[in-house]
């Protein structure tokens, strides 16, 4: 039986939905938005959050209020009613991917509650012992880039990995310096982002210092072009990829098999299409880690569940959210950490 069949015909009975608000400031010029969708019935209430990168989408939604999702389901037919939804109003999303962040939301939320409802977590229903999870943590080294980011989080933790977004101005000297500091465990090149603020170009002269700095490190989503893919033809073993993975045909589609792909669950949106991808991957030998979208609140500790249960060695962009700050506090769990699957429903305990 797959993973999604074990769960797909859980029973489910929503008697109302509510919305809450979240946001955090991130710097200056950034204030992160998301949304907690909140699923009740049979004394029981399901989470999930939305992690639509848009904050005008998430107040939108907030002004129009929950749609009415009132029944009685199982996780099959209320997915698959999901799926028949327009969940933005009938406004255009800015990404179509987003239409998936938030179906996703509300097919958490509701896996939760029915779980809750069943009286069982979702590792005691799919029999899967949770384990420790390993986790880095993915930071942007400013502009210009310097390796204070690392440093200053170094002196308080200092068995911290990073997953590492490297920039053009990237030279020499600051490649040696981070490589010296033995925190690396990947390296971003978010090459596969279009339209975006972070893009970034195929650059031959940033590839190559990435390659012979970081001999160990995994090379997540270069962009492939006649220079770059013959400095990366040689490490293929560790290029892995993120941007473009929203379903087994992405991963399928891939200029050459990975050994490993980066399985972020709301870019799936439906939990049936996450649950397979990892029956693929496993029946392939392919390995996954999961990735994080500045979420913030309850998605932070399903995904870091989800690592606990499908993936919990790789790189997982799963940090505690203490690590969002500039400068992260005291007393944050290091890697790695204790799975603290909740007894009930889909969640990992606080």
């Given amino acids: 039986m797959s993973t999604w069949e074990k769960v797909a015909d859980l029973p489910l009975e929503i008697e109302r939905a509510e919305l809450e608000p979240r946001e955090q400031d991130v710097s200056s010029d950034f204030t992160r938005k998301s949304t907690i969708i909140h699923l009740f019935g049979g004394g029981e209430e399901g989470l999930g959050e939305d992690v639509v990168y848009q904050a005008d989408e998430h107040e939108a939604a907030w002004a129009a209020g929950p749609p009415d999702l009132a029944g009685t389901w199982t996780l099959r037919s209320f997915s698959e009613h999901l799926g028949d939804l327009d969940l933005f109003g009938g406004q255009e999303p800015e990404t179509p991917v987003s239409r998936n962040y938030r179906r996703w939301a509300y097919e958490s939320a509701a896996l939760d509650l029915a779980l809750r409802q069943a009286g069982t977590s979702l590792h005691a229903h799919l029999g899967i012992e949770p384990r420790p999870i390993t986790y880095v943590v993915s930071l942007r080294l400013g502009q210009p880039s310097t390796i204070d980011p690392v440093t200053r989080r170094l002196a308080h933790y200092p068995d911290l990995r990073f997953k590492l977004d ?6 020499d000297d600051l490649c ?3 490589a010296e500091t033995g925190s690396v465990d990947s390296v ?11 893009d970034n170009p195929a650059d031959p002269g940033l590839y190559q210092r990435v390659v012979d700095h970081f001999p160990d490190a995994w090379i997540e ?12 033809r040689p490490h293929r ?4 990829w993120d941007a473009p993975i929203h379903s087994i045909a992405d991963v399928e589609a891939l200029p050459f098999p990975p050994k490993t792909v980066n399985v ?23 390995g996954a880690y999961g990735g994080g979208q500045f979420e913030l609140g309850v998605g932070r500790g399903q995904i870091q569940l ?15 959210t203490g690590f969002h700050e500039p400068d992260p506090p005291p007393g944050i769990e290091p890697s790695p950490m204790a799975p603290k699957a909740a007894p009930l429903g889909f969640r990992r305990e606080s």
Avoid: C, M
């Fill in 166 to 171: 490297p920039t053009a101005d990237w030279d």
């Fill in 176 to 178: 040696v310096a981070l």
């Fill in 188 to 198: 971003d090149l978010k090459g596969q982002y279009s339209g975006t603020i972070v």
């Fill in 221 to 232: 989503d270069p962009k492939l072009t006649d220079e770059t893919d013959a400095i990366l």
């Fill in 237 to 240: 073993d560790r290029i892995t």
């Fill in 264 to 286: 972020k669950p709301s870019r799936f949106g439906a939990i049936s299409a996450l649950f397979d991808a990892y029956d693929w991957l496993a029946e392939r030998g392919i």
């Fill in 306 to 320: 989800l690592a606990a249960l499908f993936h919990p060695d790789g790189p997982n962009d799963t940090s505690p």
